[in-house]
């Protein structure tokens, strides 16, 4: 058997059990959309929670389900492709000085500003603007720092949890 054999039967064909596993994956993710729109339309707090609680119970027997329909081989070519575009995404492992000092900054200035505003709405009240819109950039600004900061960042930042002795 030659290697152009083995990698024949390492890819499957993109068969209709590969197409309707993708639909499955994709209606389990869909699911999701249901509680923030249930929310929406004001459906009581208790109906929300037995709409998440059936929400993750049936993605989890769609995503078994799908597993089962495009079998292991098509389940796996299926997680290279989503997992390698997340691959894209992560942050580079170096980074030079004035990147780092730009990510420090997006890193601090959120985190500063959410320690101080209680003490600032005491000390000086209506002196901030109270937008929710600000607040969702300062969290934005947080998780960018941590693509801009690079992984040698968050390793460290991992390694501060992590106890050695």
């Known amino acids: 058997m030659s290697s152009s054999d ?24 869909a699911l999701w959309a249901l509680i923030p729109f249930g929310a929406a339309m ?8 037995a709409l998440t609680a059936t ?13 089962a ?8 070519q299926l997680k290279a492709i989503v997992f390698g575009h997340a691959k894209r995404l992560a942050p ?3 980074v030079g000085p004035v990147r780092h000092a730009i990510g420090l900054v997006m890193f601090i200035v959120p985190i500063l500003t959410a320690l101080l505003e209680p003490y600032v709405d005491k000390t000086l009240p209506g002196f901030r603007p109270n937008l929710w819109q600000l607040q969702a950039l300062g969290d934005i600004m947080l998780i960018a720092s941590f693509f801009v900061l690079g992984g040698d960042f968050w390793s460290k930042l991992r390694a501060l949890f992590i106890r050695t002795v």
């Open 6 to 29: 083995n990698q024949a039967e390492a890819v499957p064909a993109k068969g209709w059990r590969f197409k309707c596993g993708i639909g499955l994956f994709i209606f389990a993710l």
């Open 42 to 49: 004001g459906v009581p707090g208790s109906r929300i929670a």
């Open 55 to 67: 929400v993750f119970i049936a993605n989890k027997i769609l995503l078994i389900a799908c597993i």
């Open 69 to 76: 329909i495009m079998g292991k081989e098509g389940f796996q």
């Open 92 to 94: 580079a492992k170096k």
